[in-house]
Nanobody, 120 residues
Framework: QMQLVESGGGLVQAGGSLRLSCAAS??????????MGWYRQPPGKQRELVAT???????KYADSVKGRFTISRDNAKNTVYLQMNSLKPEDTAVYYC????????????WGQGTQVTVSS
C-alpha cells in the first residue's frame, strides 16, 4: 500500500499564507509518482480540485486559486507542496493530498486531510 501524510494546515487571517506538505510512503510507492496534487472540501460542499502536478512538471490549477497558490514537488522524496498566498475566507476547507501513481485515473490514493481555516 501507499500512504499519504499531510501537514501544514491551520488557522490564518485573510491575506495570510500557509504551506501544505504531503509525503508518500509505503511498500507500493513507485520510484516516481505520476501525478500528485491537492483537492479541498469546503464546509457543506463537494470536494474540488485545487492543483495537480505531474512528475514531468505539468501543472493544473483551479481558476479560483490561480495566481495565489503554487504547487511544487520533490520527486526524489515523493513529496508535494502547496504554497497558499493571499488567502481568502472562501479558501476555508479540508485540504486533501491526492496521488495517482501510474496516471491510471482509477488507482488513486488520498491523504487523511488537513484543515485550513481563513478568518476575515
Amino acid at each position: 500500500q501507499m500512504q499519504l501524510v499531510e501537514s501544514g494546515g491551520g488557522l490564518v487571517q485573510a491575506g495570510g499564507s500557509l504551506r501544505l506538505s504531503c509525503a508518500a510512503s509505503g511498500s507500493r510507492t513507485p520510484f516516481s509518482i505520476n501525478i500528485m496534487g491537492w483537492y479541498r472540501q469546503p464546509p457543506g460542499k463537494q470536494r474540488e480540485l485545487v492543483a495537480t502536478m505531474t512528475n514531468g512538471g505539468r501543472t493544473k490549477y483551479a481558476d479560483s486559486v490561480k495566481g495565489r497558490f503554487t504547487i511544487s514537488r520533490d520527486n526524489a522524496k515523493n513529496t508535494v507542496y502547496l504554497q497558499m498566498n493571499s488567502l481568502k475566507p472562501e479558501d476555508t476547507a479540508v485540504y486533501y493530498c491526492n496521488a495517482d501513481p501510474y496516471g491510471s485515473g482509477w488507482n488513486i490514493y488520498w491523504g487523511q486531510g488537513t484543515q485550513v481555516t481563513v478568518s476575515s
